[in-house]
């Protein structure tokens, strides 16, 4: 624990961890709220699901647009207009009682997101050194995956209470306390946006984020599915209640896999701990296809979670090395609006596979987007080459140098 006691001492970093942790806490709410509001409202988990992709849709596909105008403008005014935007979409959507008004609702949910994540993410480089950088990763998709946890059990416990709105209030709260205190710290408000390289070209042009690009539309796809095939099985075997303890196992262990992908030796290049974690995961994920809501289910699902976990952290590390200058946000939310949006579609169509089919044959589908997603890291790892290197000691003290503990 030496590695994160040192991570700790550099100035800003606890103010990362926790001025956007009950907007996390949020994020990690508003799936199952909208899932189990649509649901209670309409009596159909089809409509639930439909809900819940055109929502992620909405997201994603305006994801780009949102992170290229941080990466133009810097994070000060737009967290200050979309953090507010969204807590109140999320509210009229708490008073929405009609199927077409909800699926509004959430159309205009996803417009207004604020990409609280993708702007946490740039704010590592200028807060630690480079040498840091993978143990900061970690605990961003650590802390990131404590607020899955806590989300989707306060979601779930509060969606089936007495008081079913509560859950879509309180999410609005979280969004507007944690993404409200981002926007106000010293380290957002005074990142500067890189400076693009001349003759790059845009984003979508270079061949490592083309291939990233693919990859994330299996992922999104299969994972879109997994997330409302898991609610809509619950639901159908009359246990809505387990949900909770699916997710959260999950989420527990995708914790301890971001903490121990945040220890592996910076000898291993990230690339190929990517491989070799991704290539795991592919048989971590067979289980899960033999199980049923309950107990098998959310301990096939930890095992799931502590290698996701794991993968996050070599993934940011990667996406980092290839990505081209002047794209810290944009190039996150590109590759979101590209992977969330085949997500949302994998959402809109996972609860009509579980409905009329089977919601075994929906979770199988994310485990084919998992060999898929392998299948096309390896055969593209050339374009990936940029992140096989590992930094020279040079490199990591000139990176060292470059973060002095005077840091506001």
């Given at each position: 624990?030496?590695?994160?006691?040192?991570?700790f001492a550099?100035?800003?970093?606890?103010?990362?961890?926790?001025?956007?942790?009950?907007?996390?806490?949020?994020?990690?709410?508003?799936?199952?709220?909208?899932?189990?509001?649509?649901?209670?409202?309409t009596g159909s988990v089809a409509v639930a699901g439909l809900a819940i992709g055109i929502n992620s849709v909405a997201g994603a596909l305006t994801a780009w647009i949102r992170g290229s105008l941080m990466d133009r403008y810097g994070q000060k005014w737009p967290l200050r207009i979309f953090v507010p935007g969204y807590a109140i979409m999320l509210l009229v959507l708490n008073t929405m009682q009609d199927k077409n008004a909800i699926l509004i609702a959430a159309l205009l949910l996803g417009i207004t997101a604020p990409p609280i994540n993708l702007s946490v993410r740039p704010l590592w480089k200028i807060t630690v050194p480079q040498n840091y950088l993978r143990t900061a990763y970690a605990v961003d998709t650590s802390?990131?995956?404590t607020a899955g946890v806590i989300g989707p059990v306060i979601a779930t416990s509060l969606a089936l209470s007495s008081h079913p709105g509560s859950a879509l209030n309180l999410a609005a709260l979280l969004i507007a306390i944690g993404g409200g205190s981002l926007a106000i710290t010293k380290v957002s408000r005074n990142w500067k946006p890189e400076k693009k390289e001349p003759g790059q070209g845009a984003i979508w042009k270079h061949k490592a984020i083309q291939l990233l690009m693919i990859e994330g539309c299996f992922i999104g796809f299969g994972w879109g599915i997994f997330d409302v095939a898991v609610p809509a099985f619950a639901t159908l075997d009359g246990v809505p209640h387990r949900t909770a303890w699916i997710f959260a196992a999950m989420g527990v262990a995708n914790i301890a896999g971001g903490l121990i992908g945040g220890l592996v030796s910076k000898k291993v290049s990230a690339l190929k701990a990517l491989r070799i974690t991704y290539f795991i995961w592919i048989f971590i994920s067979i289980p899960i296809l033999f199980t049923h809501p309950g107990l098998s289910m959310a301990i096939a699902g930890a095992f799931?979670?502590?290698?996701?976990?794991?993968?996050?952290?070599?993934?940011?590390?990667?996406?980092?090395?290839?990505?081209?200058?002047?794209?810290?946000?944009?190039?996150?939310?590109?590759?979101?609006?590209?992977?969330?949006?085949?997500?949302?579609?994998?959402?809109?169509v996972g609860g009509w596979i579980a409905d009329t089919f089977s919601p075994h044959l929906a979770m199988s589908i994310t485990s084919i987007a998992i060999v898929c997603g392998f299948t096309i890291l390896t055969v593209g790892r050339k374009r990936l080459a940029a992140a096989n290197r590992i930094p020279t000691e040079e490199e990591d003290l000139a990176a060292m140098s470059d973060n002095s503990p005077t840091t506001s």
């Open positions: 624990m030496k590695r994160y006691r040192e991570l550099f100035p800003n970093v606890w103010v990362l961890v926790f001025a956007t942790f009950p907007a996390r806490i949020a994020y990690g709410m508003v799936g199952l709220s909208i899932f189990f509001k649509t649901q209670q409202t802390v990131q995956s799931l979670g502590l290698i996701g976990g794991i993968i996050q952290v070599f993934y940011w590390e990667v996406l980092e090395a290839v990505r081209p200058k002047g794209s810290a946000v944009g190039i996150m939310a590109f590759i979101w609006t590209v992977e969330g949006t085949l997500m949302s579609i994998g959402a809109a």
